[in-house]
T-cell receptor, first 112, second 115 residues
Framework: QKEVEQNSGPLSVPEGAIASLNCTYS??????FFWYRQYSGKSPELIMS????GDKEDGRFTAQLNKASQYVSLLIRDSQPSDSATYLC????????????FGKGTHLIIQP | GAVVSQHPSWVICKSGTSVKIECRSL??????MFWYRQFPKQSLMLMAT?????????EQGVEKDKFLINHASLTLSTLTVTSAHPEDSSFYIC???????????FGQGTRLTVV
């Protein structure tokens, strides 16, 4: 079974600090990886996509991908209370499957 | 990013009735759309892949006769929950991609409550 694993948290981080969210996956054939943010009762919102090994930065967000270790991470710099949400790691499984596979999400709390 | 619109945002229905949920891609054409279900404190689970002009592909364990999917045009997919039961109460979310392997954009979600 192709799985995406995340620590459910909650992960509590002081305002202004760096929040580090981690994700591991089992399908080595996966090529496309995404981080979504989901507020309670709302649908997911795309934060970052990453396709190649290394780092990808967008504003306060940095996604990191290591395919050899089957590991994806998201760093949030200068964390704000509005960053408090559940962060979902998602990927397209290998083998041509069309639908995203999601992890269960990490609940992030930014403490003012 | 691309816009996906879902309607209604919430619905309450009686057991045994049917409910239709619409998903529209507003600024792009989507030959494929996806339907997810999310129970409280759980992750999104893919229910089915909706293909324009052909039958939907259902994930294992999802009853195709209960969750009817129609993708009649390149911008509209509908999910009909037939003979709804309280255990069908959930958050249903659709998504679509402008092209294969691009990021997926989500509709606002539909909160279904069956009483």
């Amino acid at each position: 079974q192709k799985e995406v694993e995340q620590n459910s948290g909650p992960l509590s981080v002081p305002e202004g600090a760096i929040a580090s969210l981690n994700c591991t996956y089992s399908d080595r054939g996966s090529q496309s990886f995404f981080w979504y943010r989901q507020y309670s009762g709302k649908s997911p919102e795309l934060i970052m996509s990453i396709y190649s090994n290394g780092d990808k930065e967008d504003g306060r967000f940095t996604a990191q991908l290591n395919k050899a270790s089957q590991y994806v991470s998201l760093l949030i710099r200068d964390s704000q209370p509005s960053d408090s949400a559940t962060y979902l790691c998602a990927l397209f499984p290998g083998g041509g499957a069309d639908g995203l596979t999601f992890g269960k999400g990490t609940h992030l709390i930014i403490q003012p | 990013g691309a816009v996906v619109s879902q309607h209604p945002s919430w619905v309450i229905c009686k057991s045994g009735t049917s409910v239709k949920i619409e998903c529209r891609s507003l600024d792009f054409q989507a030959t494929t759309m996806f339907w997810y279900r999310q129970f409280p404190k759980q992750s999104l689970m893919l229910m089915a892949t909706s293909n324009e002009g052909s039958k939907a592909t259902y994930e294992q364990g999802v009853e195709k006769d209960k969750f009817l999917i129609n993708h009649a045009s390149l911008t509209l997919s509908t999910l009909t929950v037939t003979s709804a039961h309280p255990e069908d109460s959930s958050f249903y979310i659709c998504s679509a991609r402008p092209f294969r392997d691009s990021e997926a954009f989500f509709g606002q979600g539909t909160r279904l409550t069956v009483v």
